[in-house]
């Protein structure tokens, strides 16, 4: 088989990159190791970013703490800048995103660090269309996937890369995948262009890498990291390996992902394994619980939020489904009751007609748990939460009966990989690019230290465009 360009791995990162080569003049050929496309892409809250001006570099700046190039950055922002506009051009159209009014995790239109310079420039939009038209991310890999369908891209799913194939001259010039068990050969004349996710699942490298433990995932069982080892054997240099963007969900044994869960009313706090309390729960950025989860216990030699519980109240459970279904791997196989009811039944929720009685149906000590509402509470009714700093219109006492949900950190990726430039290219732990390599998406993504929401997509959708240019461009070895 001969293609001119291979890219590995079928979400948004993988369609920019093989649409972009496409409209070159490239024949492109797209290997995708699931029985269908869409990876993270396919099931995540649809959020693209398209920056409102070039400011929008000094915010990144500030938050990647110099983790990553600012020319990398400068080369993102240029191309995010022309999100929208790609878009249209493609046939679709972007609207803004409107959060949900009270939910926590808050989910917010603009800035995650709002405090940051040159943060009024981020806004948030998705695929242009109705809930009836389909959730966002529903809306945006329909629009993706029509792009490779309509140009009649060849795409060989259930066929997972393995290795990359490099010759004499260091080139990468194709790739060996497997299908229905078989090794195959793929000659690549121009480039590979790696788009096949990060290492959410992969428990090795999650063990490796992240210290806290166990860490469940919200998105594709499918991205096990098979783009770094791919990338490590001919001789890529890794970065941001230890970044992530980790919510909190619910992890059912008999599901692989966990459920992204959030509530929709006050009535809720945060206990650690030992029923204290131990944040402003409404405080936390959506994308770093990881961060506020990672207290390790020396005297006890284990991470004592690690799960932590939720405690909830009649008017919470009656708010709204804890796991609503906007995104998540378990969106589509499960569909929470919108009272809470079914999961109650289930025992994946705990109910107590007084907190001692939930307390010990949780293996809390009730004393503990009993100390710890009673304080809540008190802060609650006081208006000012002086152990944690909860904003008075986050505050409600709670009343029984109670409930308890175990939640875990819980990742929807991981940000690293092998180090790229600002051209997409791959590089060596000399900075010299390894010819013919390219990479884009969440795999050795530019997010190196604190992420901004909707930048995911939005870097996908840039570095799948400037990865797929370079690459068709490049001269065919044979
Ligand atoms: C619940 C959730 C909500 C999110 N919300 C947002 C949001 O609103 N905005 C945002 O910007 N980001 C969001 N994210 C993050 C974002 O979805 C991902 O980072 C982004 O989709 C990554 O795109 P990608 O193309 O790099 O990878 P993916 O879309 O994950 O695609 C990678 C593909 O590679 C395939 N693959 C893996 N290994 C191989 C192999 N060996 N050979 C061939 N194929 C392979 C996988 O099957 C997959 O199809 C969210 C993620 C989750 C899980």
Redesign the pocket.
């Known amino acids: 088989m001969e293609y001119d360009v291979v890219v590995?791995?079928?979400?948004?990162?993988?369609t920019a990159a093989a649409v972009t080569a496409h409209d070159q003049g490239a024949r492109v050929l797209i290997?995708?190791?699931?029985a269908k496309?869409?990876?993270?892409?396919?099931?995540?809250?649809?959020?693209?970013?398209v920056p409102k001006g070039k400011e929008f570099l000094e915010y990144l700046d500030t938050l990647s703490f110099k983790t990553t190039d600012r020319e990398i950055l400068e080369a993102f922002v240029n191309e995010a800048l022309q999100n929208g506009d790609w878009i249209r051009q493609m046939g679709a159209d972007i609207q803004v995103f409107r959060p949900l009014e009270v939910a926590y995790p808050t989910m917010i239109a603009g800035a995650g660090f709002p405090h940051v310079k040159g943060a009024e420039n981020v806004v948030k939009y998705n695929i242009k269309g109705t809930p009836e038209e389909g959730k966002?991310?529903q809306r945006l890999w329909k629009f993706l996937s029509g792009l490779v369908a309509k140009r009649g891209i060849q795409v060989l799913t259930s066929?997972?890369?393995?290795e990359l194939v490099p010759n004499e001259r260091g080139e990468i010039v194709g790739v060996i995948?497997e299908r229905e068990g078989k090794a195959i050969a793929i000659k690549a004349r121009r480039g590979v262009i790696l788009?096949?996710?990060?290492y959410e699942n992969d428990p090795w490298l999650k063990w490796d890498y992240l210290p806290v433990k166990p860490l469940s995932f919200?998105?594709?069982p499918?991205?096990?990291g098979?783009?770094i080892r791919m990338a490590q054997k001919i001789g890529a240099d890794l970065w941001h390996m230890t970044r992530l963007?980790c919510l909190i969900g619910f992890k059912a044994p008999e599901f692989e992902a966990s459920f992204?869960v959030a509530f929709l009313s006050e009535g809720f706090f945060f206990v650690d394994k030992y029923g204290r309390r131990f944040v402003n729960e409404a405080g936390i950025e959506i994308h770093e619980y990881y961060r506020e989860l990672s207290h390790f216990d020396m005297e006890k030699m284990e991470y004592p939020r690690v799960p932590l519980w939720a405690i909830f109240d009649e008017q919470t459970r009656k708010r709204g489904p804890l796991s609503r279904g906007t995104?998540?791997?378990n969106r589509d196989l499960y569909n929470w009751s919108l009272d809470n009811s079914a999961e109650i039944a289930k025992g994946w929720i705990q109910q107590g007609k007084t907190v001692g009685e939930l307390a010990s149906k949780i293996s809390v000590d009730p004393k503990v748990l009993e100390k710890t509402l009673a304080r809540y509470n008190q802060l609650c009714k006081s208006g000012k939460d002086e152990d944690f700093g909860r904003p008075r219109e986050d505050l409600r006492p709670l009343e029984a009966p109670f409930y308890a949900i175990q939640l875990w950190p819980s990742l929807?990726?991981t940000q690293g990989g092998p180090r790229r430039d600002k051209e997409a290219r791959i590089l060596d732990p000399d900075g010299k690019p390894i010819p013919r390599l390219y990479a884009?998406?969440?795999?050795g993504?530019i997010w190196g230290f604190l992420y901004q929401?909707?930048?995911?997509?939005?870097e996908?959708l840039v570095f799948?465009r400037i990865a797929g240019k370079n690459a068709a461009a490049e001269k065919p070895w044979s």
């Open positions: 590995v791995g079928w979400g948004s990162a993988g290997l995708e190791k699931m496309g869409g990876g993270n892409s396919s099931i995540c809250g649809g959020n693209i970013i966002p991310s066929t997972p890369a393995r995948a788009t096949c996710g990060g919200l998105g594709t499918a991205n096990t098979d783009g963007a992204w995104a998540g791997y929807i990726n884009a998406g969440e795999l993504s929401g909707a930048c995911n997509i939005g996908a799948g």
